[in-house]
């Protein structure tokens, strides 16, 4: 048994997909556990470029099978778009490849409409997928199920008690055009007859899985710092991001979960509102966004660029339990003189070394920076550490010393050869 969660250590994009992409040609399954169509995962295959937002990356290997889990909140029209996209370009020729848990919630047109019209309101800079109203339905235990949508009565019955308070609460409270009961019923039945095969309890499948001894790769979304409980709140996603929610986002236990491995970028990005303490609002802010094609794979938003902030991943570690990183992107760092890494956060005369939970604090602080060489050279064809530039070679040296942890693979380009894998993580797990 082998099971491996990936993780992204900073606030998202961190280039989690094509590390995930890499890993699954060791593995036999790829669970997505959290988050739904917010997310974008980025691949590039020979050349062909393939972004996914709700099916695990996995998908692109024939026999591999892929499952997004209960934990996940489901957009069928996109999940719809993206078995289409994959079928058209000669992917997923066999439909038990990928399995929806049928406890996954249903994202509904009126959680769009509540995301975007609130987000005006309170502004986190949401993707405006409906994330987050799908996900306090959830909670507030009347949100619908996949399993309720393969049964028309129930599936009918809920809706109707939905759109009664949606309906009010968009057009008395929000003052947004409602919903038609009869055109979202007919939408979704629609969906239903072409997502029902794939719908199916994944968690029993899973647990077989695991029983055989097969080797499982759970891919996270979004990172640490968008996580809901331990993220810099209320500028978070709405899903616990964190390996933890690996077992109840798939519906298995922590006994069955061996390592855990984080992603980082060479930078740091952010998207959306709220803190960033080492943005750079300058020149180099702007030729990292554009040497890194930092736009969003989702919303094609504008990232924000910064400098490696080691107090960031240093959390991410900790409220993940990460055990060896991956370090993507270094290819993009390639241009500068000088390198700077964040290893502190001063605040009224003292340096703080973790992320502070007060954002007012972290948002006043000022990053405490190490100062490093540039390399200015070609890392794309370097297929190992040795043979990157010595001064690439020192900034990596210097994040693992201050991170704690070896790094284990390192993306050097967006193509899957474009990476020099160090070591396997599923090779000591065996
Ligand atoms: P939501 O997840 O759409 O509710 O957005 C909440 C916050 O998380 C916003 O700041 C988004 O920009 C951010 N976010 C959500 N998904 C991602 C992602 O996949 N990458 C980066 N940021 C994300």
């Not at 061996?258 to 609002?281: M, N, Q, W």
């Not at 290819?331 to 009224?348: A, M, Q």
């Not at 050097?412 to 050869?417: C, D, F, I, K």
């Amino acid at each position: 048994m082998a099971s491996i969660v990936i993780v992204g250590a900073q606030w998202g994009d961190e280039g989690k997909g094509k590390i995930v992409d890499l890993l699954t040609q060791y593995a036999d399954v790829v669970v997505r556990f959290q988050g739904g169509n917010n997310a974008g995962h980025t691949i590039v295959l020979k050349g062909e470029k393939f972004v996914f937002h709700l099916i695990p990356s996995g998908i692109l290997y024939e026999n591999k099978k892929c499952i997004i889990g209960s934990g996940v909140v489901v957009d069928p029209a996109v999940l719809i778009e993206e078995i289409t996209e994959l079928k058209k370009r000669g992917y997923l020729k066999d439909d038990s490849q990928l399995m929806v848990s049928e406890e996954a919630h249903l994202i509904l047109p009126y959680h769009r409409r509540i995301d975007i019209a609130r987000d005006q309101l309170f502004k986190i800079g949401t993707t405006g997928r409906g994330i987050g109203p799908a996900y306090e339905d959830k909670v507030a235990r009347y949100g619908i199920r996949m399993v309720d949508l393969m049964d028309e009565g129930v599936f009918r019955q809920k809706l109707k008690a939905n759109l009664l308070q949606k309906n009010l609460y968009l057009t008395e409270v929000l003052k947004e055009k409602g919903f038609e009961f009869e055109a979202i019923l007919e939408e979704y039945l629609q969906y239903k007859k072409e997502i029902g095969k794939h719908v199916k309890d994944t968690s029993r499948i899973l647990y077989e899985e695991i029983r055989k001894g097969r080797h499982i790769l759970f891919e996270g979304a979004q990172g640490a710092l968008l996580d809901l409980d331990h993220g810099t709140y209320p500028y978070v996603t709405a899903s616990n991001t964190v390996s933890g929610n690996a077992c109840a986002g798939s519906g298995i236990g922590p006994t069955m979960i061996d390592s855990v491995v984080g992603v980082a970028k060479a930078y740091t990005t952010r998207v959306g509102e709220g803190p960033f303490p080492t943005e750079l609002k300058d020149r180099i802010g702007e030729r990292i966004r554009e040497r890194g094609g930092e736009y969003g794979a989702t919303t094609g938003r504008p990232r924000r660029c910064g400098w490696f902030d080691a107090v960031v991943v240093n959390h991410a570690i900790r409220i993940n339990g990460i055990q060896e990183m991956a370090i993507t992107k270094l290819d993009v760092l390639s241009e500068f003189d000088k390198v700077k890494i964040c290893v502190g956060y001063r605040i009224n005369g003292e340096i703080l070394r973790h992320v502070p939970s007060n954002l007012e604090i972290l948002e006043r602080s000022e990053p405490v920076y190490e100062e490093l060489d540039g390399w200015k050279e070609e890392v794309k064809r370097s297929n190992k550490i040795s043979e990157l530039p010595l001064r690439a070679q020192h900034y990596l040296k210097r994040i693992e010393e201050l991170i704690q942890l070896k790094i284990t693979m390192v993306s050097v380009g967006s193509e899957r050869n474009e990476t020099i894998e160090i070591k396997n993580p599923f090779q000591k797990i065996g």
